[in-house]
Each structure stands twice: as structure tokens, then as C-alpha cells.
């Protein structure tokens, strides 16, 4: 009898077990960027980003419809090609991903969000800004920051209105970021009496900007604005101060405000001359900015960069609309997620109809002692 009183407990216990592990699911969310390539400092600050998002999501515990959630991140890199993007959103696609948080650049993410949007998944971009993405009109695409209409205005007002710049050369990567961010420079600069003494083009691949910088020289700009990519604006900025162009302001947006720059710049005295411009507020102003940085610095010391804080928000948005819909099948959560109101790390995030982030705000920094200081 003791005997089959031990094998009936052991029974009860084992069932109640397995009914515990039975409630348990688990939810896979997507990343892409670029973890290859010259863009792989980014890439990697925002893939370390939604995996502490996760970390501390599981850390805490999710339900979602009653139901124990584990959540598992689904890592994919796009290189920063266009058509390694797709590739990747149709391989997240094909895994049943609940949602995406990605891509990182405009140029992979504006033909990516047309694949999510075929497949029905929803997918919040942490830091691709040109304003063309969200035109489509997908009800599946969301930005989570201010987009180039307000990075490219800012600089342009604070050139002509702060600096009284009347002289500015402009030099573009030809990809999707690099182009958008220079035409609203241009247009905005133009109207605030700057000219446009010069327009040259360059490749997101390129190293040598030498003959770019000499005939721009001849133009005597007070100016160089850049669209493009910390990777090349470091080794401009060297050639720059090869050339003399010590005394010529250096303005980019987002792709150049990093502090890998510092690295990249690698001493030249023309750091002291960029001014960049991010769209979120610096850390020290973000609602819990401070006190994030020191975890993620605890975690991954010494790779932050610029868009962790908004991939930690994106993760989190998304579990907080399949929370709210009980649910995290896209169809039925995507509504809530387009009704978002969650307060995170960067700000309180909720949507415009098409997508844009409400009330997003700008920060131009600059460098001074290779530091990176905010201006606003």
C-alpha cells in the first residue's frame, strides 16, 4: 500500500508537471541589421539591444493569454544590402516570427517592409529614417525615432541660423539613407539663403574621397554636409585635414553620430568641426536613459553605439500589444500595436495612422575632445 501511495503521488505530480510545461509557449521575434561589413559596430549594438530586451522580458516573466511565454530571438544579418534584406525578411517570413524589429538602414528596410507586409508581419525599425518608408501606407511598418524630414531640417536651420553659414558642399553614398537625408538638407538650406556651392556623389563601399575633397575645396564651401555612413565620414574627415579643410563645418545625420566615429576619425583634428544630428533625446535626457546605459554597458562593455535604447523599446512595444491582445499572432495583435502606449527608455512611444513615431524629437551633438557632446 505505501508503495502504491508513493507511485500515485508521483503520478499526480508528474501530470500537474507536464499540464505546467503544456501552458508554456514560445514566442520568436525577429532581428535584422547588419552584423557583417563596415556597418557591423551598429549592427551589433543593435542586435545586443533587443537580446537584453529579451533577457530581461524572460527575466520578469511574459503571459500572454494566459499562457507562460518564453521568448527566443531570431538574429539574422542583412549586411546592409538591399537584397540580403528581403532575403532576410522572407527567411523570418518563412520561420513564423510573431514580429520583426529591424532592418537598421533605409535602404534594406524599404524593400523588406513590403515582404512583411505581404506575410502579414508586423516590424518596427529602431533607426532607418528616410521618409519614404512609411509612404506605402503597410499597416505593418512603424519607426521609432524622428525620420530625415526632421534630421535633415534641423541641420540646415542651425547652419544658417545658429552658425550663419552662407557656403555648403554637399557630398551623398547614393543608398536610400544617404540621398533622402541630403535632399532635405538641401531644400531646407536652400530656403534659409545657404547655396549649394557643390553635389558630389560617392558609394557606401568607398575609402578615397581625395579628388571629391580637392575640387570641393576649390568651391571655398564653409561647409560639407554627408550623407552617409560613420564608416566613410571617418576617413573624409582624415583627408580633410590632409587637404586644410580645418576651418569647414562637417555635418551628417544619424549615420555618421556615432562614437564609433571617434575611432574612425582616428586623431584628425576635423572631429572638432562635425555637428550630426539623432532623432530621439541625447541619453542623459531619455525618461530612464542613464540608468539603462549602465546595464548595457555591464553586458556588453564598450560596443554602445547609437539605436540600442530604441531596439530595447521596439521589443518591448511589441510584447506589450500581444499582451494587450492576449494574443501574439500578428493579425490579432497588430491593432494594439498600432495603438501603442507604452512608456519605455527612449520616450513614451505611440503611432502615427501611417506608422511615424507622435512628437519625436532631435538631438545635434559635436565632438570635442573625442568626446561626444550634445548641443540641445
Not at 64 to 84: F, H, S, Y
Not at 163 to 190: C, M, N, P, W
Not at 206 to 217: E, H, P, S, V, Y
Request: aromatic fraction near 6%.
Amino acid at each position: 500500500m505505501k508503495i502504491n501511495r508513493i507511485s500515485t503521488t508521483c503520478m499526480i505530480a508528474c501530470l500537474g508537471a507536464t499540464v505546467a510545461m503544456a501552458q508554456d509557449m514560445v514566442v520568436k521575434i525577429g532581428h535584422a541589421a547588419a552584423i557583417s561589413g563596415a556597418q557591423a559596430s551598429y549592427g551589433k549594438d543593435n542586435e545586443n539591444g533587443a537580446r537584453l530586451a529579451i533577457d530581461d522580458l524572460n527575466a520578469a516573466g511574459v503571459v500572454i493569454g494566459g499562457k507562460r511565454v518564453k521568448l527566443e530571438l531570431m538574429a539574422e544579418d542583412d549586411a546592409a544590402e538591399p537584397k540580403q534584406g528581403t532575403a532576410v525578411a522572407q527567411k523570418l517570413c518563412d520561420a513564423k516570427v510573431s514580429g520583426v524589429v529591424g532592418h537598421m538602414n533605409s535602404g534594406t528596410t524599404i524593400p523588406a517592409a513590403k515582404i512583411y507586409n505581404e506575410c502579414g508581419i508586423p516590424h518596427i525599425t529602431p533607426s532607418a529614417s528616410n521618409p519614404d518608408l512609411t509612404k506605402p501606407g503597410y499597416k505593418t511598418t512603424f519607426r521609432l525615432l524622428a525620420n530625415d524630414n526632421a534630421l535633415g531640417a534641423g541641420l540646415a536651420v542651425y547652419a544658417a541660423d545658429v552658425l550663419h553659414l552662407k557656403r555648403i558642399a554637399v557630398i551623398d553614398d547614393r543608398s536610400a539613407y544617404g540621398q533622402g537625408i541630403v535632399e532635405v538638407f538641401k531644400k531646407t538650406a536652400s530656403s534659409k539663403g545657404i547655396a549649394i556651392v557643390d553635389q558630389s556623389y560617392t558609394t557606401d563601399k568607398a575609402a578615397d574621397f581625395m579628388a571629391i575633397l580637392t575640387a570641393i575645396r576649390a568651391k571655398k564651401p564653409e561647409g560639407v554636409f554627408f550623407g552617409g555612413m560613420d564608416s566613410q565620414a571617418g576617413p573624409m574627415l582624415r583627408q580633410m585635414e590632409q587637404l586644410g579643410l580645418t576651418n569647414v563645418k562637417y555635418f551628417g545625420g544619424d549615420g555618421i553620430c556615432s562614437l564609433n566615429l571617434i575611432k574612425q576619425a582616428a586623431g584628425a583634428k576635423t572631429l572638432d568641426n562635425v555637428i550630426c544630428a539623432e532623432g530621439g533625446a541625447s541619453l542623459d535626457k531619455m525618461p530612464g536613459g542613464k540608468a539603462w546605459r549602465a546595464r548595457y554597458d555591464a553586458k556588453y562593455p564598450g560596443e554602445f553605439q547609437v539605436y540600442s535604447p530604441y531596439v530595447y523599446d521596439a521589443v518591448h512595444v511589441l510584447v506589450d500589444a500581444m499582451r494587450r491582445a492576449n494574443s501574439s499572432d500578428p493579425k490579432v495583435y497588430l491593432p494594439k500595436l498600432a495603438d501603442a502606449n507604452y512608456q519605455g527608455v527612449t520616450t513614451k512611444v505611440q503611432f502615427e495612422s501611417n506608422g511615424e513615431l507622435k512628437n519625436p524629437s532631435m538631438t545635434l551633438y559635436t565632438y570635442k575632445e573625442n568626446k561626444k557632446i550634445a548641443l540641445n
